[in-house]
């Protein structure tokens, strides 16, 4: 069974694309959130093994998002999706726990890559 990944982005294009990447590449999509409250609440009941997250969404953002899912859950693994130009956002998005990022607009193979080298180094 391919590994659990719960997608957040405020766009709708954005997670069909990701989506579609992932699972030709053997993983399965078990939840889309298009906002950070979203996101914290569809983590709760899935527990997905990672969770990419876009930085900027409206009412809450992916840093605070994850901030909220790390605190309850400290082994949580986090890839953020960030825009060109991003870098003290992403700098902080390390800070609060995520495990590596990627920019958009990104590269498949460095997506898969990105998300390779973190779960199977559980």
């Known amino acids: 069974m391919g590994k659990r990944i719960m997608i957040v982005d405020d766009s709708g294009f954005m997670r069909m694309l990701i989506r579609t990447m992932l699972v030709k590449h053997g993983y399965e ?4 959130a298009e906002n950070g409250v ?15 997250l876009d930085i900027t969404m409206p009412e809450v953002n992916g840093i605070e998002a ?4 790390k605190a ?3 082994n949580v693994k986090a890839v953020m999706v960030s825009a060109m130009g991003q870098k003290p956002m992403v700098t902080e998005a390390i800070k609060a726990g ?9 590269l498949e193979e460095k997506v898969i890559d990105t998300i390779r080298g973190i779960l199977d180094n559980k």
């Open 29 to 32: 999509i078990v939840a889309e």
């Open 66 to 69: 994850l901030r909220a899912i």
């Open 72 to 74: 309850e859950f400290p």
């Open 98 to 106: 995520a495990s590596d990022f990627v920019i958009k607009p990104f």
């Open 38 to 52: 979203v996101a914290i609440e569809k983590y709760r009941m899935f527990k997905p093994d990672l969770v990419m």
